[in-house]
């Protein structure tokens, strides 16, 4: 007895919205088909959209495909939920593929809604999604964005409109340094997912503009990524990362690229997945990603490279990837055309990288003053949220070199940082403390057991 397919409501209005046959789609849905050298489907036809209208699974790549057609159609980002088909972020296999925007759209959603933010945690951080596109995927990408984004009709948009969008996104960037990760990310999503998706789908003045505003989404896709890392949610994290690293690649951004890749290697680097680490750290120095970029920002993926391979054994090549950065952050210059994305980055950001490079290495007394000189060169009321961590790293090398007292009195400043911050790193910084103090605590040390008690108060109120 065959099973009853269910009509698909969703996928029906969608169509008449669009104001379509079922023809006149399968034949957007072949030019997008060809755009994307889908072999897989080559020949469908009105009879296919029939089907699925009727119920039936479109299969392989056809839902990407039919929400590309969809959204150029109706000139906004059509999600594979919206026309009732799997959603593309509750996969536990990230899809580079997808379409960027609908991608974008749709995880903006996940995130936001309780329920389905909770099936992404689910899926957890990919490893085997770690392998990244050959160069062939990327320039693709770079042409096909280059051809088709410029949609005709609808709003202009012009260099005022990406002034805005780059005024904004420094606003929330400067959040998340001082607040941390776990602070107002809601709002940069619904920001990223609505005023600046639509951005993305509109007409422009310019290809210049266009490149813009892939460009500035990108790093806003990143700095959510990021916040989600800092918080330690790390399967959203990779996801917007995902995201981002797609839209630096329609904007034919190499530098920002390299910007994104050295965050997935740093995120690699914090859940042990070494060789993973070193592989993308690797590709973030490839060719036009380092060579494009700034002095400063060259740097900052640099030192990211030696933290990788540190924790990969490899001493030696850490060693030089070290000196690299640090001739690299002195070559910066007032005159550079920088970036907004690296304004954090500078004396105290590279000390930190570097202490825990050698930290790694198992240089402890080396760490211990690259931490120091951190602190110390940090401008702790910009920078609030690394000041915190950074003090929360220096303990913990203290405590490891036996140092107890004064790894009290650092963390006990750590404390005092960490109020109004919201961070998972933060957090895990407290946790290895009570981890570090544990052995000390039956030894009868006031300072120890007073600083105990007050970062077991501290987890109790932000663990809630």
Known sequence: MSKTRQRNEKLAAAIAEAGWSHAQLALAFGRVAAERRSEDQAGVGRSHVSHWVAG???SGSAPGILVEALSRRLGRTVTADEIGLTTVSSSPILDWNADTLTALVDLGRSTLDVERRSVLRAAGYSVAALTLPDQAWWDQ????????RNLR?????????????????????????RRGGGHARAAVVQYLTSDVAGYLRASYADDGVRQGMFSTAGELAYLVGWMAFDNSEHAIAQRYFAVAVKLAAEAN???LAAHILRAMAHQAVDLGHHRHAVQIAEASLDGRRYQDATPRERSLIGVVHARALAVDGQRAAASRALLRAETDLASATAGDDEPGRVFFFGEASLAHETACTLRDMGDLASA????????RTRKAATFTRTHAVTLGYLGAVQARSGNIEEACGTWSEAL?????????????????????LSIYRAKGIRSVAELDSRAARY????DR
């Open 253 to 255: 951004d190499a530098p």
């Open 141 to 148: 990408l770079s042409e096909r964005s280059a051809r088709h």
């Open 368 to 375: 211990t003053k690259e931490f120091q000189h951190s602190v």
């Open 56 to 58: 039936s699974r479109p």
């Open 416 to 436: 005092d940082t960490m109020d109004g911050i919201h961070s998972g790193r933060a957090r895990q910084a407290v946790r290895d403390m009570r981890s570090g």
């Open 153 to 177: 009709g609808g709003r202009l948009v012009g260099a005022g409109d990406l002034d805005a969008v780059r005024e904004t996104v420094q606003l929330f960037t400067r959040i998340d340094q």
């Open 459 to 462: 987890l109790a109120a932000v």
